[in-house]
């Protein structure tokens, strides 16, 4: 037996299926940069970032240093209890990284669905008021209250009877508009869905916030236009509702600014953080206004491990590296060179659809033809996997999306052997050499 099936019977036998969406049958065992390494030693360039969390890649020796250097003087003590520089040093940086010209603080979370779970809490708390919105396709984490603003998958709903008063409505997918509008004839018809809300059934005088991704990630890198988003905060600002972005997937750079939110000039009352904040290690945070942030009392949303030193340790290092080196305008002008590069194949291939992204938050379509855009959930699978087979981890999303969210430290060379791997692909595909039995390998939502 080998490694791999070592692995893979191990977590079979011992792991809660509930962990697993099953992509492939592979088990890593080392990171270099953007590039990964299995237990066979093939290399593959990484396009998944694991799941857009490793901004600054695998194996990086400078984080590391920092985890090694804080673990030897104190790995955890609970800023519960007693008072630590390093969540005072991460929580000061974070309060000047997020937009907004108010006063704010922060409260530390495990993870980005938990801290989706804390913005509820203070919302509510903070309003006074219990009914939340939401979007169609929105994904913001598994824990019970971010299964409940979440609408993308029902195996996160089903048995577990989640929050009430949580309204979804249509999210602004230009590219693929239910309402079948051009931008230039756009009357922002999916903001009218809440205004008529308002007006019929949901009094907004009882929403407490609105949850909002600036880029809806897991539905297909749905990026809204500016004046839908600057049209709904200043509905929230109306009527007293508080304004939650998510930037679990988004945040640290990968959109090309530090926050997706600011491509839309709206400053939030409060920012959800995850993934990537902890340099690798398991963090999450909220950021926001200090009165909001300020209203609940302890224990309301308070955690032993949250903010403790060494992943406060790492999650500085991580930004002070993406500072230093500039990741964040890399981000935006090699995400830009990627989503060019893209956008070619567009033009060369009927299979190819809609090609959209910001910074190295990117989407490619996989259609029946450009005249239907009908999804083609076979095609996108075959891609994928022939990708693999030559080198280039990559994942899809929802019905037919390719997902691309590499590490923001990835080099030019290296995006432009994941074109070259990704056009080989879809010739393969068009000229039927991927077979029909690769679809049983390759599963994923």
Known sequence: MTREQMVREGESRYISKVQKIPYYDMVFERGAGALLYDTE????IDLLASAGSANTGNGNKEIAEAVYEQMKKICQITPAYVYTEKNVELAKKLTELTPGDFPKKVAFGLSGSDSIDGAIKFAKGYTKRNRLISFKGAYHGSTYGAISVSAINTNMRRKLDPLPDVTHFSYPACYACPYDKENTA?????????KTAFASYLPPEEVAAVFFEPIEGDAGIICPPKKYVQALYDLCQEHGILFVSDEIQQGFGRSGKWFAIEHFDVAPDLIVCGKSIGGGLPMGAIVGRAE?????????HLFTLAGNTTVCAAALKAIEITERDHLVEKAAEDGKYFLDKLKALQGKYDIVGDVRGLGFSIAVDFVDSQATMNPDRNAILKVCWDCVQNGVLITFLGKGSLRIQPPLIITREQIDTCVRVIENAIKKLIAGEIPDSVLSQIKGW
């Open 292 to 300: 909001v942030l300020d209203c609940l009392e302890p224990p309301a």
């Open 186 to 194: 756009c009357n922002l018809e999916c903001l009218n869905e809440i």
């Open 41 to 44: 030693g093939n290399e593959y």
